[in-house]
């Protein structure tokens, strides 16, 4: 299932039992779209994970450490400033939406009391972290947007903080299986419940809906009021107990997970979960998108000596017309007694003797005489017999590297880690690189000679010393 207003729920849910009245001691933003708290909380560090990316929208606990760069980013030195030292009193929710609200109380410069919020909003693209100040008023946020950009409200420095408007009910505000049926009966027979559930009702995926309909045993297409009774109690009874029940997480098929009800879980198993679970997701991702890039290079590669391949098969091609070429000039010079010696000639016929004296048309150049068309014609035989020489060779050798960049695609489509990319890539590196490599040097080393150049030949220079400073006159 995404991670929805139920996941968002649960986890604020344990957050609740474990950070509240903790203290941020760290913070950390590994990249552009993270943010990583560090917590001091009964006796105990935590360490609050963010992540706004579209995909992989989320926040949750973690256990995984995350380099960072260097040099801290903006946001995480405003952070930083803010949050450092501050309590954490509340984290909230409102009615399902993937919004998480943290509530901050610390003291500022002067030693008064000073209250905060950190929202952390999970809306796919349009994800964001933003902090207020005791006003509600942005104090800066992750991501910058406004009105003339096409967003529905002005998240900036200075500006009053504004929640994302919806037009979907929350389905905790629903009291009764009879209230529900009548929320959704008038949609019932125009799209599947997944569908219907999704788009009225805040905070629930259609992945959680198909879910729960399989375990109930009931289809997509339900409009039985029995089924979406019992659909709607088993939905209700999650949704209203998350306090009072553990919950467990399991994998399903697909790299998904889904919500199950188990009273033997320990505290934080939901938290934790989603942090090995998004940790395999994201090794995957950016182990295909390495292995993605990788191959890309590779195929380049692979389309250049192929082309390459395929222009040395036209030259021998070619090649194989050397020995034509010979025999016409042997033809022309053996009987040029018998020709006329003129230009502006376009062809000649000849006895081929080297075929039974059949009659072979040969053509000249208009502009050569008829001798100096067989030297062309010789001329062209040695370099097509050079050229043949060349490219056969060069063939065999472009043929050999075809196969060696085969092979590595074989064993990049079967390389099982990032280890295992990163060996390959070297190898790639090494091989393919290598001429751009020495490009570079042969630059430096021209770039050096030109610099060399430029020095003073004291060789062709007058010194004197003058009060005790030394004084350079070149000679003309």
Same mark, same amino acid.
């Given at each position: 299932?995404?991670?929805?207003?139920?996941?968002?729920?649960?986890?604020?849910?344990?957050?609740?039992?474990?950070?509240? /009245?903790?203290?941020?001691?760290?913070?950390?933003?590994?990249? #552009?779209?993270?943010?990583?708290?560090?917590?001091?909380?009964?006796?105990?560090?935590? &360490?609050?994970?963010?992540?706004?990316?579209?995909?992989?929208?989320?926040?949750?606990?973690?256990?995984?450490?995350?380099?960072?760069?260097?040099?801290?980013?903006?946001?995480?030195?405003?952070?930083? =400033?803010?949050?450092?030292?501050?309590?954490?009193?509340?984290?909230?929710?409102?009615?399902?939406?993937?919004?998480?609200?943290?509530? $901050?109380?610390?003291?500022?410069?002067?030693?008064?009391?000073?209250?905060?919020?950190?929202?952390?909003?999970?809306?796919?693209? *349009?994800?964001?972290?933003?902090?207020?100040?005791?006003?509600?008023?942005?104090?800066?946020?992750?991501?910058?947007?406004?009105?003339?950009?096409?967003?529905?409200?002005?998240?900036?420095?200075?500006?009053?903080?504004?929640?994302?408007?919806?037009?979907?009910?929350?389905?905790? %505000?629903?009291?009764?299986?009879?209230?529900?049926?009548?929320?959704?009966?008038?949609?019932?027979?125009?799209?599947?419940?997944?569908?219907?559930?999704?788009? !009225?009702?805040?905070?629930?995926?259609?992945?959680?809906?198909?879910? $729960?309909?399989?375990?109930? %045993?009931?289809?997509?297409?339900?409009?039985?009021?029995?089924?979406?009774?019992?659909?709607?109690?088993?939905?209700?009874?999650?949704?209203?107990?998350?306090?009072?029940?553990?919950?467990?997480? #399991?994998?399903?098929?697909?790299?998904?997970?889904?919500?199950?009800? @188990?009273?033997?879980?320990?505290?934080?198993?939901?938290?934790?979960?989603?942090?090995?679970?998004?940790?395999?997701?994201?090794?995957?991702?950016?182990?295909?998108?390495?292995?993605?890039?990788?191959?890309?290079?590779?195929? /380049?590669?692979?389309?250049?000596? !192929?082309?390459?391949?395929? @222009?040395?098969? #036209?030259?021998?091609?070619?090649? @194989?017309?050397?020995?034509?070429?010979?025999?016409?000039?042997?033809?022309?010079? &053996? /009987?040029?007694?018998?020709?006329? @010696?003129?230009?502006?000639?376009? *062809?000649?016929?000849?006895?081929?003797?080297?075929?039974?004296?059949?009659?072979?048309?040969?053509?000249?150049?208009?502009?050569?005489?008829?001798?100096?068309?067989?030297?062309?014609?010789?001329?062209?035989? *040695?370099?097509?017999?050079?050229?043949?020489?060349?490219?056969?060779?060069?063939?065999?050798? !472009? =043929?050999?590297?075809?196969?060696?960049?085969?092979?590595?695609?074989?064993?990049?489509? /079967? &390389?099982?880690?990032?280890?295992?990319?990163?060996?390959?890539?070297?190898?790639?590196?090494?091989?393919?690189?290598?001429?751009?490599?020495? $490009?570079?040097? %042969?630059?430096?080393?021209?770039?050096?000679?030109?610099?060399?150049?430029?020095?003073?030949?004291?060789?062709?220079?007058?010194?004197?010393?003058?009060?005790?400073? =030394?004084?350079?006159?070149?000679? #003309?």
């Amino acid at each position: 299932m995404a991670f929805d207003g139920i996941v968002t729920r649960q986890v604020i849910y344990e957050l609740n039992q474990s950070i509240v /009245n903790g203290k941020i001691n760290k913070v950390f933003q590994p990249s #552009k779209n993270e943010i990583l708290l560090g917590i001091y909380s009964n006796q105990k560090n935590y &360490a609050l994970y963010i992540n706004i990316e579209a995909s992989n929208c989320r926040f949750h606990l973690t256990t995984s450490q995350k380099p960072n760069p260097q040099n801290a980013l903006n946001f995480c030195m405003l952070l930083r =400033k803010h949050l450092i030292g501050m309590k954490i009193t509340s984290i909230k929710n409102e009615n399902l939406e993937r919004i998480a609200i943290i509530e $901050l109380e610390g003291f500022n410069e002067l030693n008064d009391i000073s209250h905060k919020k950190l929202i952390i909003e999970l809306m796919g693209k *349009h994800s964001n972290i933003i902090l207020l100040n005791e006003n509600d008023v942005i104090i800066d946020s992750l991501r910058h947007v406004d009105k003339l950009s096409g967003s529905t409200r002005d998240i900036l420095p200075a500006h009053k903080y504004i929640s994302p408007q919806s037009d979907k009910i929350s389905i905790l %505000n629903i009291s009764s299986f009879e209230k529900f049926y009548e929320t959704i009966n008038s949609k019932l027979s125009d799209m599947p419940i997944d569908t219907l559930l999704a788009d !009225t009702f805040t905070g629930i995926s259609k992945s959680y809906i198909n879910f $729960l309909l399989e375990n109930l %045993n009931l289809k997509s297409n339900i409009t039985e009021k029995e089924d979406l009774k019992k659909l709607y109690e088993t939905l209700s009874n999650i949704l209203h107990n998350i306090s009072l029940t553990c919950k467990e997480w #399991k994998y399903l098929n697909k790299d998904d997970y889904a919500l199950v009800i @188990n009273n033997n879980v320990s505290p934080l198993t939901v938290n934790f979960f989603l942090d090995d679970f998004y940790l395999k997701k994201e090794s995957k991702e950016n182990f295909i998108t390495y292995r993605n890039s990788v191959l890309k290079l590779i195929l /380049n590669e692979l389309q250049k000596y !192929t082309k390459r391949l395929s @222009n040395m098969d #036209k030259k021998l091609e070619e090649c @194989n017309k050397k020995d034509s070429y010979r025999i016409f000039g042997e033809l022309i010079t &053996a /009987n040029l007694y018998n020709i006329d @010696n003129s230009t502006n000639i376009d *062809h000649i016929e000849l006895s081929n003797y080297y075929n039974n004296n059949e009659i072979i048309s040969i053509p000249l150049d208009k502009k050569l005489s008829p001798s100096e068309n067989a030297k062309k014609y010789f001329k062209l035989y *040695h370099k097509l017999k050079n050229a043949c020489e060349i490219v056969s060779k060069q063939k065999i050798e !472009t =043929k050999t590297e075809i196969q060696y960049i085969e092979s590595i695609v074989y064993e990049l489509e /079967n &390389a099982e880690s990032i280890t295992d990319i990163d060996l390959i890539y070297n190898e790639v590196s090494e091989n393919f690189l290598k001429n751009t490599l020495k $490009l570079t040097t %042969n630059n430096k080393k021209a770039k050096n000679t030109k610099t060399n150049s430029n020095k003073l030949d004291i060789s062709n220079v007058l010194q004197y010393d003058i009060d005790g400073y =030394k004084v350079f006159i070149r000679k #003309k």
